[in-house]
């Protein structure tokens, strides 16, 4: 098996097992227990895994939260419908790079009309389809978010009548909106299940990354070691940083709740394995052949085909033992991707 053919990564998946919609507990989803020593793996419920930590174990958590990057719109002139996904600022209030819709439609220049009578201009073409737009000077671009835009699902989930705050972590930060994605590992968690984590012994801390559509994009070069990653900001501060190091020193397992809690921790990481507060922006693509340095466990989802993501969880679980339980799962019908059941990596 050669682990850098992106065929290695591929498994069929029945269009039933994607989950369009969430439970109506966020703790009634499935868990699947998979241990890197190869052990047949445990089927549990989520609301299960506070009996399942041991005690002084560090939960890290990703507080970031998806701010409303759709705009729907109409192109100016003709009224075509369109619609632009902004991703991430690009130097100051007015100028985001963004995905736009029809793209071929929408040359530089081309004027979007918003819901509340703003404009939007399209600028130049950027690398991987993303476009360079441009909001009305004086305009906030929170409030023309919160005014006009829409949460941005993902394209598999075809229900859009979702509430907001199901594609939302109950520890969201409402200062931190700026992700154009959910970590959706935390989706699982309630205020009751977290409470009860500490009671059982557990501690908790929030680092932050702002995940960004490159992170979920597929892998498209058949040796996935010329893919290229997509940079995302990520900032972890001082307490959180001095709780990792310590339960480290102490022997505690640090529990990464979510590929984009191991992406951050593995860029903050030196060498030795000491954790460093501060901010900055990531790139880090792991797969097979990588040593971590943090993470004792994982809480992850279960990732697309082909997917970075996917590399990730067979790089910690090792790659054999990550589809078989990705095979498993789909015998015992587990709900797959953002709203899907979960598995704990140990």
Avoid at 10 to 38: C, H, K, W
Avoid at 255 to 270: D, H, M, W
Wanted: glycine content about 8%; hydrophobic content about 35%; charged content about 25%.
């Amino acid at each position: 098996m050669n682990l850098y053919d992106i065929e290695s990564y591929n498994y069929p998946i029945p269009p039933e097992l994607i989950a369009q919609t969430p439970l109506r507990r966020r703790d009634d989803s499935r868990l699947m227990r998979v241990f890197r020593s190869g052990e047949r793996p445990e089927h549990r419920l989520f609301s299960h895994i506070s009996s399942l930590i041991r005690e002084g174990d560090l939960f890290v958590m990703n507080d970031t939260r998806v701010f409303r990057a759709r705009i729907l719109g109409r192109k100016i002139p003709g009224g075509a419908a369109a619609e632009i996904f902004f991703l991430s600022p690009a130097g100051n209030a007015s100028d985001w790079v963004a995905l736009v819709r029809p793209g071929r439609r929408l040359p530089p220049g081309s004027l979007v009309k918003t819901e509340d009578g703003g404009t939007i201009c399209v600028g130049k073409r950027l690398n991987d389809g993303r476009r360079l737009v441009s909001i009305p000077e004086g305009i906030n671009p929170d409030v023309l978010f919160e005014r006009c835009g829409q949460i941005p699902l993902p394209p598999y989930i075809k229900n859009t009548e979702i509430p907001e705050e199901r594609y939302q972590t109950v520890y969201a930060d409402r200062t931190k909106k700026r992700s154009v994605a959910a970590p959706t590992a935390g989706l699982h968690f309630t205020p009751e299940l977290m409470e009860e984590l500490k009671r059982r012994g557990a501690d908790i801390e929030f680092l932050t990354l702002d995940v960004g559509i490159g992170t979920f994009r597929p892998v498209k070069t058949n040796n996935i070691e010329e893919h290229k990653m997509h940079s995302e900001r990520c900032e972890i501060i001082k307490r959180c940083a001095d709780s990792i190091n310590r339960a480290k020193s102490q022997g505690r397992r640090i529990v990464a709740v979510g590929t984009t809690v191991v992406r951050a921790l593995e860029s903050f990481a030196g060498e030795d394995g000491v954790i460093s507060p501060g901010g900055r922006e990531t790139d880090i693509f792991i797969k097979p052949g990588y040593r971590f340095k943090i993470p004792d466990a994982i809480i992850t989802n279960f990732h697309l085909p082909q997917s970075t993501l996917l590399m990730l969880a067979a790089s910690f679980a090792g790659y054999e033992n990550i589809m078989n339980a990705y095979a498993e799962a789909i015998r015992f019908r587990y709900r797959f991707f953002s709203f899907g059941d979960a598995m704990l990596i140990e």
